[in-house]
């Protein structure tokens, strides 16, 4: 009991010593032992108090992390690749092996004692794909128990169109006439998500997502993120535009938050700020003027501070403090599930949250979406509804740098997202797929050298935000 006295009252003169009125409310909380113990214990750990009184779980924001990447640290070997895969074949062979159009579901090595032309199929992993002399695709897919050739006849239209799609090491069903060692396919399952109703808040509450916002670069939009931030304290914008800011309660900044240092060769010939911590002071600043209760979701992207490799974790503390000392922002791994606006009547929305580095591959390497005639800026939702039908953030093993985890695959999209946001790609895109919105965020970055030379074309201070009442998302321009 006495140590209970001497932590409240240390816990009083903290916050006295940090301007924070003291009053019959903040007293009543500290009569529960509970709230003594965790306050205490937070204080002595560096928590600012002024996150004590509004953690970003409170209030008419409602963000709770569902998912996060959990990094055990350790040498990888050639064995932790093996099982990685292995990991990633559990995962989706769940969610394939229950579906209706596998019948007859088998393990390779057992068609092979089939009797000729028998229908049945397999779930396996690509591990080569070729087009044959005549025009034929052939596949070579595994499970535990070996390997067989698919053959997709160029006959069958819309299951060639459909297999010219398909990319390295992605796990597919495949249900077709089994000879011997070879597997005539006459029907393709890829995972999918369900087809359901999208899941609507009761009220109308708005959500918007960032991307690629590279404080710190030469060629950053102050102006336009000026615009932006005081747009979210209702001081900017048409009458539309401040009615949306006034139900607006989350913020998804999906990586690239600073342009960070060394990213690529002559970089800091390219910066306004060449301090990683000064870059990360700054964006913590910007963003220390948003309302409070409006909930900052902040995942690291490709030029953000540590390792490259997915998944990345949380930014690291030592450089970007100021931003952890933001009493309304979430600091997650990158990807990363967060569950916003759960309450008494509705379960709330299932985030997905990614950079999108793996992105520029299937825009290009998909024969649909390259041939999709858009721009391959224009591109991104595209290539994200592509990543969410085959439940994986970078299916294809050079698609993005990786961290093979032997345990389990964290790039594997288990649970069915609600909403899906990315960025990475600087231009904003949205599409609705089945029950999950997809938005990808843009950037407040200028057009840069390196995207003049190859073509891309970024659009940057536009923000989408998704009406969670509707999931009607609007494009705002700041
Ligand atoms: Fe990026």
């Keep these: 009991m006495e140590q209970q006295l001497i932590k409240k009252k240390e816990i009083v003169s903290i916050l006295l010593r940090n301007n924070i009125l003291v009053n019959r409310e903040l007293l009543r909380k500290l009569s529960e032992p509970r709230i003594v113990d965790e306050w205490h214990r937070a204080l002595l750990d560096g928590t600012p108090p002024a996150k004590l009184l509004h953690p970003a779980q409170e209030g008419d924001s409602r963000a709770k992390v569902v998912w996060e990447y959990d990094d055990v640290p350790k040498k990888r070997s050639v064995q932790d690749f093996v099982d990685y895969f292995n990991a990633r074949y559990r995962q989706i062979h769940k969610i394939l092996s229950g579906r209706a159009e596998l019948q007859n579901l088998t393990s390779i090595s057992r068609i092979r004692m089939k009797k000729d032309k028998e229908r049945c199929s397999v779930i396996g992993i690509i591990s080569d794909k070729n087009v044959t002399k005549n025009e034929h695709i052939m596949l070579s897919v595994e499970d535990s128990t070996g390997t067989i050739k698919i053959l997709i006849n160029k006959s069958n239209k819309d299951l060639y169109t459909q297999a010219q799609d398909l990319v390295f090491d992605e796990v597919i069903g495949i249900c077709g006439q089994a000879a011997e060692d070879i597997l005539f396919a006459e029907t393709i399952v890829i995972p999918d998500i369900p087809i359901q109703e999208p899941k609507l808040a009761p009220e109308e509450t708005y959500v918007c997502v960032l991307s690629c916002i590279h404080v ?222 997809i938005v990808a965020g843009s950037c407040f970055q200028k057009k840069t050298d390196f995207q003049e030379k190859v073509g891309h074309d970024p659009d940057p201070g536009v923000v989408p935000v998704i009406n969670l009442q509707t999931r009607q998302v609007t494009m705002l321009r700041f």
């Design 216 to 437: 710190g670069s030469a060629g950053f939009e102050h102006e336009r993120f000026n615009n932006f931030i005081k747009w979210t304290c209702g001081e900017f914008g048409d009458d539309t535009m401040r009615a949306i800011a006034k139900k607006l309660r989350y913020i998804f900044a999906c990586g690239d938050l600073v342009d960070g240092v060394g990213i690529y060769p002559a970089q800091e010939k390219e910066l306004s700020i060449t301090d990683i911590k000064e870059q990360y002071a700054e964006c913590a600043r910007l963003l220390s003027q948003i309302p409070k209760h409006i909930t900052l979701l902040l995942a690291p992207g490709n030029h953000d501070v540590g390792r490259i490799s997915e998944p990345q974790p949380r930014l690291l503390k030592e450089y970007a403090k100021p931003l952890y000392d933001l009493p309304n922002a979430l600091l997650v791994t990158n990807p990363s599930i967060i569950n916003i606006h759960a309450g008494e009547h509705f379960p709330g929305v299932d985030v997905l949250m990614y950079h999108g580095y793996s992105f520029d591959d299937y825009s290009e390497c998909v024969p649909s979406i390259k041939h999709s005639g858009t721009h391959i800026s224009d591109r991104a939702a595209l290539v994200m509804r592509f990543l969410l039908q085959r439940r994986h953030l970078a299916p294809q093993h050079t698609s993005t740098l990786y961290i093979p985890d032997a345990r389990y695959d964290p790039l594997v999209i288990e649970r069915v997202p609600d909403l899906f946001v990315a960025g990475h790609i600087h231009k904003a895109g949205h599409l609705q797929h089945r029950s999950a919105t």
